[in-house]
């Protein structure tokens, strides 16, 4: 059937007020606990949800009803981070252990609490997308089987200027976890001494991403260019572990991918705070760059250690990711990275990390330099 036409704007239910988030997650146990099915009520709208008591995680004993109510206490902070942006679906409705399969468009059959909008795409022309940004529409996601919530890097009031910029270190089968902290934190330092703000948070799978905020119309060409020349200078400054090799068999034994190529319309990241179709239903959890050592663990962070998290460390996403840089800092810096790498600079050192530098973490200022000479 074909996607029915989506209007630039969707007439939304009327709301009666803002659900908190106790309540939702309250009604969602207690529907759980009787036979997993009925109607929830969030924001002033109704939403069926089914196969709560359904197990997705079987090594975690996760149920579909505790992954609902993990992005329900989550909601706070992720729905910031996906409002207005296109949701890609990566749909599991058997849980980890069954069939994955993509969903980019919104569908026939989409309630009207959840929003939609027509956008122009490359193959298909105009085609109607999920946009994140309230509670119910991502309950609806995951209602659908979404165990990963997807955001693009672009939102809709400009959708085609990222205003993240991405580099997701991807490590071989034989490369410690360890290694791959210590990668990001020369990355990270790397961006700062080029004056660039750069969050830090587990994959939540093997891996770390890094995430740069991006000013006000940065073009997709601009970004993507900004994360292959970090990329290229991880390898020059750490030659022994990075690579920015696409082909898995060329790779070196023991070497990360820092792969700067998802910096495209269109394409998608695991977002903070989302679960990831894992055994132990572990969260892309942002880190203070203080965080970034050996002792750090991607199995830390679950769907049932996160609020001990955040009662903890609170959200340190947003101040992150807060202030972006401006343009002209963008291009110094990109002018910076493109001088060293040319060769008419030498290398940068390897950089300290915050921690060294007396800094403070991903949520702080700090003061920025060009990359120093060796």
């Not at 009787?34 to 929830?40: M, N, V």
């Not at 890097?153 to 360890?178: A, H, K, N, Q, Y």
């Not at 009662?311 to 401006?326: F, R, T």
Request: glycine residues 8%.
């Amino acid at each position: 059937m074909t996607p029915r036409k989506a209007p630039a704007a969707r007439k939304r239910a009327p709301t009666r007020g803002r659900t908190t988030v106790a309540h939702v997650e309250a009604q969602l146990l207690a529907l759980e606990e009787s036979d997993g099915e009925g109607d929830l009520t969030v924001d002033g709208v109704t939403l069926h949800v089914s196969s709560l008591r359904k197990v997705y995680f079987p090594e975690a004993r996760v149920t579909k009803g505790e992954l609902m109510r993990h992005y329900v206490r989550m909601s706070p902070m992720l729905l910031p981070e996906i409002a207005g942006r296109p949701l890609v679906l990566k749909r599991y409705p058997d849980g980890v252990g069954g069939q994955m399969f993509f969903q980019q468009d919104a569908g026939p059959h989409v309630p009207t609490l959840v929003r939609v909008k027509a956008l122009r795409t490359e193959e298909k022309g105009m085609r109607a997308r999920i946009i994140g940004g309230d509670l119910a529409t991502l309950l609806y996601t995951v209602q659908l089987g979404a165990i990963e919530v997807h955001p693009w890097l672009s939102r809709i009031e400009d959708i085609d200027s990222p205003d993240r910029c991405l580099i997701d270190l991807d490590p071989g089968d034989d490369v410690p976890f360890s290694a791959v902290v210590s990668l990001a934190r020369d990355i990270v330092g790397l961006a700062d001494q080029c004056g660039l703000p750069a969050a830090a948070k587990t994959s939540g799978a093997s891996g770390i991403h890094i995430v740069l905020p991006l000013p006000r119309r940065t073009s997709y060409e601009m970004s993507a260019r900004l994360a292959m020349l970090l990329a290229e200078a991880a390898v020059a400054l750490r030659p022994d572990r990075a690579t920015v090799e696409r082909s898995i068999g060329a790779r070196p034994t023991g070497s990360i991918y820092v792969d700067a190529m998802q910096n495209a319309r269109g394409k998608s990241m695991a977002s903070v705070y989302s679960v990831r179709a894992k055994p132990l239903a572990t969260v892309s959890a942002p880190l203070d760059h203080r965080e970034l050592t050996g002792r750090l663990k991607t199995t830390s962070f679950t769907v049932r250690t996160m609020p001990a998290r955040l009662a903890k460390v609170g959200d340190i996403w947003g101040p992150a990711v807060a202030k972006p840089p401006m343009s002209r800092s963008v291009a110094r810096a990109m002018q910076v990275l493109e001088t060293t790498l040319a060769g008419t600079e030498s290398p940068p050192t390897k950089p300290r990390s915050r921690v060294e530098r007396g800094g403070a973490g991903a949520g702080s200022a700090a003061r920025r330099r060009t990359p120093r000479r060796a």
